[in-house]
């Protein structure tokens, strides 16, 4: 279930914001047992419920509005997102009852600044905040010796060059920017660490 409000507070500031409720009876994991060994099972009766919210602001705008001026074409137009979600998750029944389900963080924070340039150039900075998380339903370090993912930040750049109308596009980027330690998952054969920084680039071609 979920019920929220999305508008706009001006032409230049927009939100969204809304609630949710899910219930999921009969949640499957896979349990590790030590020695190697691991056990598919039912973790049990579990509820998730939040809140998430968003902003986008248009600062030029903005100012352009304030001001009654029109800003030069070479500033730019210029974008800010951020968005929160709170997230409580809790077995109310079964084999993990009062306990956490596993991959489900208290709170996830993501922000970003877009810039673009006459429909031709755009340029994003988007950066991700992830809190701590169980891997596991039953909240146990098992052979990994780590009960909770630690929480992590990523920051991504990417930007992409129109070459032709809107058919041929350049694209590049550079993932994990600043090249940060961390890891979001846990396998049965231990933990699987994400990327360190890496670039990318590419073409992007539409036929009609």
Not at 9 to 16: E, G, N
Not at 22 to 46: C, K, M, P
Request: proline fraction near 5%; charge should be neutral.
């Amino acid at each position: 279930l979920e019920s929220g409000l999305r508008g706009s507070l001006t032409p230049w500031l927009t939100y969204d914001t809304s609630v949710f409720w899910t219930d999921y009876d009969g949640v499957i994991e896979n349990r590790d047992l030590g020695g190697g060994n691991f056990e598919r099972s039912n973790s049990g009766h579990a509820r998730h419920y939040g809140w998430e919210t968003s902003l986008e602001l248009q600062p030029l705008a903005g100012l352009e509005a304030s001001t009654g001026r029109t800003l030069h074409p070479a500033w730019g137009r210029w974008t800010w997102f951020g968005s929160l979600a709170l997230l409580h998750a809790e077995f109310v029944g079964g084999l993990n009852k009062n306990r956490t389900p596993a991959y489900a963080p208290d709170l996830i924070l993501k922000t970003g600044l877009i810039g673009q340039w006459q429909d031709r150039f755009k340029l994003a900075l988007t950066g991700t905040y992830v809190d701590t998380m169980y891997w596991q339903d039953n909240n146990q370090p098992g052979t990994v010796g780590l009960a909770r993912i630690p929480d992590f930040t990523v920051w991504d750049l990417s930007a992409a060059l129109t070459l032709y109308r809107q058919n041929l596009h350049l694209l590049a980027g550079i993932q994990n920017l600043f090249n940060r330690e961390y890891f979001s998952r846990v396998r049965p054969d231990g933990i699987e660490p994400m990327p360190g920084r890496s670039a990318y680039i590419g073409l992007r071609l539409r036929w009609f």
